[in-house]
Nanobody, 125 residues
Framework: QVQLVESGGGLVQAGGSLRLSCAAS????????MGWFRQAPGKEREFVAA????????YYADSVKGRFTISRDNAKNTVYLQMNSLKPEDTAVYYC??????????????????WGQGTQVTVSS
């Protein structure tokens, strides 16, 4: 099991930036990939970005590509999500997740085994 703790959320104005952090502990060596998802009120949880642990390949949802950047610090077992040019539609609870092994796809909620508690991101217009 991997324990995940998100931080860095908050309230920002449209066009602003935030950096989210996800600190992993426990059996982190079992993780294959890390992902960021978000969920707005009344909507399903959706894929935002993912990074594969072995090689560091990154993947993004079309809605955030060019604005968000996922990265990692292997020594700290931490994954980051740099969020630039934020829009009101980015408002959601953002969750960090760990995938233990290759499977159906990094963009799928059910692919991931462990989840953090989430951090609120609110973008005002």
């Amino acid at each position: 099991q991997v324990q995940l703790v998100e931080s860095g959320g908050g309230l920002v104005q449209a066009g602003g930036s935030l950096r989210l952090s996800c600190a992993a502990s426990g059996r982190t060596f079992r993780s294959y990939a890390m992902g960021w998802f978000r969920q707005a009120p009344g909507k399903e949880r959706e894929f935002v970005a993912a990074i594969r642990w072995p090689g560091g390949s990154t993947y993004y949802a079309d809605s955030v590509k060019g604005r968000f950047t996922i990265s990692r610090d292997n020594a700290k077992n931490t994954v980051y999500l740099q969020m630039n040019s934020l829009k009101p539609e980015d408002t959601a609870v953002y969750y960090c997740a760990a995938d233990s092994a290759p499977g159906s796809g990094y963009w799928l909620v059910y692919e991931y085994d462990d989840w953090g508690q989430g951090t609120q991101v609110t973008v005002s217009s």
